[in-house]
């Protein structure tokens, strides 16, 4: 029987959720292992060992440790072909070329401007950081025009790399799940007509739903 | 059938491609895309690759963007052709996507600023940012420091072998050091620095830079 896989990381921490979905997903047991950054957790010896750039999320199974959320993902798919969601990666190299495509769209050009807004709007108040508003307003035009490109692109196809949700959806659910809980911009995503109903899609899954109440039972005393 | 790369034998990017293209021996030809005259951005370039970016790629009738896609694609496709990019194991390829990801993440921005800053601004006319110059400057110290301690234990970045996280480094590091003025910072790192003297003297990059530069 294998033992659960370890992932290390503050449920808190949107690139720990991309990889905590991934796994939800793929029906892979876990051990979350939480950090607390803000006692600076992520940048001891101990953490660095496995982790050298004192990052979360940090990840390890029997064979071996690895970095980056979506280096993560992709080996828990590769690793785990036949279980739970078993096309998240693609059945074929011309379905894994753009979901690939798409995974990088959204490291890319997604995450930049998304994470900065979280950071500005979501996480800055909670930890007394002063909003920059040129920072703010300066991403919310780069992220609108990003968001009109998958506008287009989600009127001609379900989901972004193709018909069926894939490891490209999932990498945007952190971020955008922030944008449209914890701050007031989140019609950026939900104004936009096919870019709301795939989030709505995306959004309701099972395993995202887990995740939520995962980050929420963080909350309660 | 020949795969079309769009976009410009100097810009970073389309190099990463080519560089894997040329090291899997893979006939390709450039399709050359006007940055300066803004060719990227008009409706017939945005119909190919919607970001307004360039590389993108047209195989037949398979069309793909973003270049670290594209390079895991062909790598993937020709794994029994020229080097092996991608590793043997599923471990080993977990670790070329790890540092795949880590020059995305950590690295390339940083590179990026910093060459826009040092050579693009400046040839536009306009003046770089001297506090930000330094801001990025230290901070890319401290990724190599991180880079000199993994070389120091490996040969390649994913492990013995050369493999495309290696290759992603060398369109941003040639330009680190020779138009932006930033060798020092390879070359005042012992593994980092014949890390670089290996990757760089390989057939494939020098026929790139001949063709590029």
């Known amino acids: 029987m294998a033992t659960p896989v370890k992932v290390y990381g503050p449920p808190l921490s949107t690139a720990v959720c991309r990889v905590v979905a991934c796994l939800l997903e793929k029906d892979v047991e876990f051990q979350l292992i939480s950090l607390n950054m803000a006692k600076g957790d992520h940048k001891k010896p101990d953490f660095l060992k496995i982790q050298p750039f004192g990052q979360v999320p940090a990840f390890q ?15 828990v798919c590769e690793n785990y072909p ?4 078993k096309g998240l990666f693609g059945t074929n190299p011309l379905a894994k070329a753009s979901i690939d495509q798409w995974l990088e769209a959204e490291g890319q050009s997604f995450n930049p401007p998304s994470s900065a807004l979280v950071f500005q709007l979501a996480l800055a108040p909670r930890m007394n950081i002063k909003q920059d508003e040129g920072v703010i307003k300066q991403n919310e035009e780069k992220l609108a025009k990003v968001l009109d490109v998958y506008e287009k692109r989600l009127g001609e196809s379900r989901f972004l790399a193709g018909d069926e949700f894939s490891l490209a959806d999932l990498s945007h659910l952190p971020n955008a799940h922030y944008l449209v809980n914890a701050t007031d911009r989140g019609e950026i995503l939900t104004s936009r007509d096919n870019v709301g109903r795939w989030w709505g899609e995306i959004s309701n899954r099972d395993s995202w739903k887990k995740v939520v109440d ?7 005393p | 059938m020949v795969v079309k790369v769009y976009g410009s034998v100097k810009a970073a990017c389309p190099q990463r491609v080519l560089a894997c293209l040329l090291e899997k021996g893979v006939e390709f030809e450039i399709v050359q895309v006007d940055l300066d005259e803004g060719e990227h951005k008009r409706p017939e370039f945005l119909l190919r690759q919607p970001f307004g970016q360039v590389p993108v ?8 963007f973003e270049s670290r896609a594209i390079i895991r694609y062909y790598a993937a496709k020709y794994a029994n052709q020229g080097p092996n990019l991608l590793g043997n194991t599923l471990e080993e390829k977990a670790l070329v996507d790890q540092w795949l990801e880590v020059e995305a993440h950590n690295f390339n921005d940083l590179a990026f600023n910093l060459v826009l800053q040092l050579v693009i601004l400046p040839r536009m006319g306009q003046r770089s940012d001297t506090a930000l110059v330094h801001n990025l400057e230290q901070k890319l110290e401290a990724v190599l420091n991180i880079y000199e301690q993994r070389l120091s234990k490996s040969n390649y970045l994913a492990g013995d072998s050369f493999t495309l996280a290696d290759l992603s480094h ?7 050091m020779n138009e932006a003025g930033m060798a020092h910072l390879v070359t005042q790192r012992k593994h980092v620095n014949a890390w670089w003297d290996k990757i760089s003297s390989r057939p494939a990059w020098k026929k790139l830079a001949s063709l590029a530069h």
């Open chain 2, 170 to 176: 060398l369109p941003a590091l040639r330009y680190l």
């Open chain 1, 61 to 75: 199974d029997e064979k071996i440790s690895l970095l980056e959320s979506r280096a993560i993902c992709r080996y």
């Open chain 2, 57 to 64: 790629i047209e195989d037949g009738d398979f069309k793909l």
């Open chain 1, 82 to 85: 036949e279980k739970g969601n």
């Open chain 1, 214 to 220: 995962m980050q929420k039972q963080q909350h309660s």
